[in-house]
């Protein structure tokens, strides 16, 4: 009996630490690997963070002190907190411009683009446009004059003076228009600003499935390792007859997600993955020999966290065409008097999102492809899965078809399934923590938030402290991908870039919560909940089919080697 409890007790002590612990002490950001002049930089966007999280935290009490800037009769925003979120959306490009400063000459040309479009607004206020174009003009000779240099820690106070001169000067410059001007052009500033802080809202909603997933493959091999085998066998038989009877009840009551339609989509969607996976896995050369088994704890999640990020990013190219398009409707409206119905419709076309998620599961694909042709067996059965939902999700936009409407919860119940016909088809008595860590897998996957939230554990919280708790988790848990140098992506590029993205994402959690009226374009909770669709969603599938495989393997007694993963 002592015995048992000091059992349970190390697994929840190892549990605690597997869940808050692990990830920060491996992932955490090591400052003194980085660059000199990095630091005093790092630390002031640190505290544009933490302002950031005072302006959303402290939304309620700002608004009623603050005097309110009143447009067309509405309170818009409290003029303090505008000066703030001025500031900080210049510390956000500043830093954004100082990570491409040094980079590949076309990842340099986008990134003018993408940070210098922000200014745009500016245009419209007057004798203040001449501090754009010279703001603009001056960020570009700059760059020029630079193209050849090294990180210097005076490169970012050059930037940062140069972007301040084309957002602040035509406020200051501006006359009297019978309100506060800020509030028009800064709404309008904070809209492309929206569309740039995607990438990182959208690795705040997979963060949830990271570490669901995580954890559910590590307590499945740790339980196995401490329960005899039959209660193991017990605790798979509950977990998988409690979700198959769950699926049954849900489906029955037809609840949001279980309808037969959910169920056609689901089959669709672990059927293709599991055939781009297979066709990935074609291309490896030498499949018997391959150095790490994708259902190893933590092996799925360490190759897919900067492969999701890239992904993500990828994202920007429909944001930043609608931007686009409604900078040249607002010309087209000045120079023409009204714009043309194909560009009013742009912003909702359904074409361009099909193609452009076309055009991601396609990257996936082929990076996948790369990637089997170089050894690596476990990169591709992730972006195998996300390639497949993708394409999916690129066909529902075109058509009403049924049969594309997918869920994961269903999706997760189907791979029991299967999971228990590869047990009953097989021999011998392998394969025990292989079925127990997929029956942990769908179960836990449902309870993903929970266990990615520290404060949804231990107390019910606001949303946007959800939010904030999940991107602290990031900047906590992601330094990996501030690591490595080469010459196109040098490491100071790889940390500024890294603030950017958390700068980006508190930025727009700060105008949500100070905004005193509705308005979709600057809300961005529907950029998580696209992140833990696709991202976590992805992860979520390879890792089941990944449990699925070595299930099939350990079954027939030919289990894989573990090793590390090869280098990109």
Same mark, same amino acid.
């Given at each position: 009996m002592v015995a048992s409890m000091k059992t349970q007790a190390r697994v929840v002590v190892d549990a605690l630490d597997k869940i808050f612990v692990d990830p920060i002490r491996s992932g955490r950001p090591r400052p003194k690997d980085w660059q000199p002049g990095l630091a005093p930089v790092m630390a002031l966007a640190a505290a544009g963070y933490l302002i950031g999280v005072v302006l959303v935290l402290g939304a309620p009490w700002l608004r009623s002190a603050d005097r309110p800037v009143v447009i067309e009769r509405a309170e818009v925003i409290g003029s303090a907190s505008m000066t703030v979120l001025l500031w900080l959306v210049t510390l956000t490009l500043a830093v954004g411009l100082t990570a491409a400063l040094h980079v590949h000459p076309l990842l340099k040309l986008i990134s003018i683009i993408v940070f210098l479009l922000p200014l745009t607004p500016q245009l419209a206020l007057g004798t203040g446009s001449l501090a754009v174009v010279a703001s603009v003009g001056g960020t570009i000779i700059f760059f020029l004059i630079r193209r050849r240099g090294s990180f210097a820690g005076w490169e970012f106070p050059v930037i940062w003076i140069l972007v301040s001169t084309g957002v602040m000067m035509p406020l200051i410059s501006t006359?009297?228009?019978?309100?506060?001007? !800020?509030t028009s052009t800064v709404l309008l500033i904070l809209a492309f600003m929206n569309s740039l802080a995607v990438p990182a809202l959208m690795m705040t909603g997979y963060a949830a499935a990271q570490v669901g997933i995580s954890f559910s493959q590590w307590m499945g091999l740790r339980l196995s390792q401490l329960m005899p085998r039959y209660l193991s066998l017990v605790a798979i038989s509950v977990l998988g007859l409690g979700n198959l009877g769950y699926a049954i009840w849900s489906t029955h009551q037809r609840r949001l997600g279980w309808e037969l339609e959910n169920w056609m989509g689901s089959v669709l969607l672990v059927a293709l993955a599991a055939g781009i996976i297979a066709v990935l896995w074609s291309g490896?050369?030498?499949?018997? @020999?391959?150095?790490?088994?994708?259902?190893?704890?933590?092996?799925?999640?360490?190759?897919? @966290?900067?492969?999701?990020f890239g992904l993500a990013s990828v994202t920007l190219a429909f944001m930043l065409l609608t931007s686009l398009g409604a900078v040249a409707g607002g010309l087209a409206d000045v120079f023409l008097g009204s714009q043309p119905d194909w560009l009013a419709n742009?912003?909702?076309? @359904?074409?361009?999102?099909?193609?452009? !998620?076309?055009?991601?599961a396609a990257l996936a694909l082929w990076w996948g492809w790369h990637r089997a042709r !170089?050894?690596?067996r476990v990169t591709p059965v992730v972006l195998g899965a996300y *390639?497949?939902?993708m394409a999916i999700s690129a066909l529902s936009v075109l058509t009403a078809w049924a049969w594309f409407a997918w869920e994961i919860e269903p999706a997760g119940v189907l791979l029991l399934m299967i999971g228990a016909l590869i047990w009953c088809t097989g021999r011998g008595d392998a394969g025990v923590h292989q079925a127990l860590i997929l029956a942990l897998l769908v179960t836990l996957f449902r309870f993903r938030e929970p266990l990615s939230e520290p404060g949804m554990i231990f107390g019910a919280?606001?949303?946007?402290?959800v939010l904030l708790i999940s991107l602290l988790w990031r900047v906590m848990t992601d330094g990996d991908l501030m690591a490595g140098d080469s010459k196109a992506l040098p490491q100071s590029s790889r940390v500024l870039a890294f603030a950017t993205m958390t700068l980006l994402a508190v930025l727009i959690l700060a105008v949500t919560a100070q905004m005193r009226i509705e308005t979709t *374009?600057?809300?961005?909770?529907g950029m998580v909940g696209l992140g833990d669709m696709t991202l976590g969603g992805a992860l979520f599938m390879a890792a089941g089919? *990944?449990?699925l495989v070595a299930l099939w393997t350990y079954r027939r007694g030919d289990a894989l080697t573990a090793g590390p993963v090869p280098r990109s």
């Open positions: 006359g009297n228009f019978g309100y506060d001007i !800020r490896l050369p030498d499949r018997g @020999t391959s150095p790490r088994d994708p259902a190893d704890p933590d092996a799925l999640v360490d190759s897919w @966290t900067s492969q999701a742009l912003s909702s076309s @359904t074409t361009l999102v099909f193609l452009v !998620r076309l055009g991601q !170089r050894g690596d *390639a497949a939902i919280v606001s949303a946007s402290a *374009a600057i809300d961005q909770s089919i *990944a449990s």
